[in-house]
């Protein structure tokens, strides 16, 4: 399928700056798609608060999509989705981040957890703590989570799917370097968002 790629980036770029949050949006450069693959796999060497290395799943679910742009977003942005971090022992969450003020009650009420921090949450009966994490049998993942917010009109154009990523602070550096003029304020952050044709 052919696409006038320039229309629609200015549809794309103009729909996701009306999403709540959303400062700024440009198309991430096939050149800059390679370096923030490098970034990542860089940031994934090392390790979070020592509790094991971080994998940007999401980010690299979100390189493949058709159309991929970069958005500057402030702390107004609620993407929806899930939980934004996962600790896994192999394939099973042995951990997660909760946002949610009720469920974080109610776990904090459960003996067979942890929090390392206010709102993360290790499961004790699925992991050996900190053993399994010495041991580096665990690695934390950020996933990419699907739009949740409506950009188009039906009849504007047609996409299959839209997802979004938070990248690794090396990352988030590197774009706004890029991208926002080396914007650093406070509470703002960047995400990738991939649009499937």
Same mark, same amino acid.
């Given at each position: ?19 709540? #949050? ?8 096939? /050149?800059?798609?390679?370096? *923030?693959?490098?970034?990542? &796999? %860089?940031? @994934? ?33 609620? #993407? ?8 896994? /022992?192999?394939?099973?969450? *042995?951990?997660?981040?909760? &946002? %949610?003020? @009720? ?95």
């Amino acid at each position: 399928m052919s696409i006038d790629r320039v229309k629609v980036d200015t549809l794309m770029i103009q729909c996701f700056k009306k999403v709540k #949050g959303i400062v700024d949006v440009s198309p991430l450069s096939e /050149k800059d798609k390679q370096e *923030v693959i490098n970034i990542e &796999s %860089d940031a @994934e060497k090392q390790s979070l608060m020592g509790l094991g290395m971080v994998i940007s799943v999401g980010v690299r679910e979100v390189l493949t999509f058709d159309l991929v742009y970069v958005a500057l977003m402030d702390e107004e942005f609620h #993407g929806g989705g899930g939980t934004y971090m996962t600790l896994k /022992k192999g394939e099973v969450v *042995v951990g997660e981040a909760v &946002s %949610d003020e @009720e469920t974080i009650a109610r776990l904090s009420k459960k003996e067979n957890v942890w929090f390392i921090h206010k709102n993360f949450v290790v499961y004790k009966d699925k992991i050996s703590f900190p053993q399994d994490i010495m041991k580096k049998l665990c690695h934390f993942e950020i996933p990419s989570f699907p739009a949740e917010w409506r950009v188009l009109e039906e009849s504007d154009f047609s996409y299959r799917s839209i997802m979004y990523a938070i990248p690794t602070t090396p990352t988030d550096i590197f774009l706004k370097n890029t991208y926002f003029e080396g914007l650093d304020q406070w509470g703002l952050g960047t995400i990738l968002i991939g649009v499937n044709l």
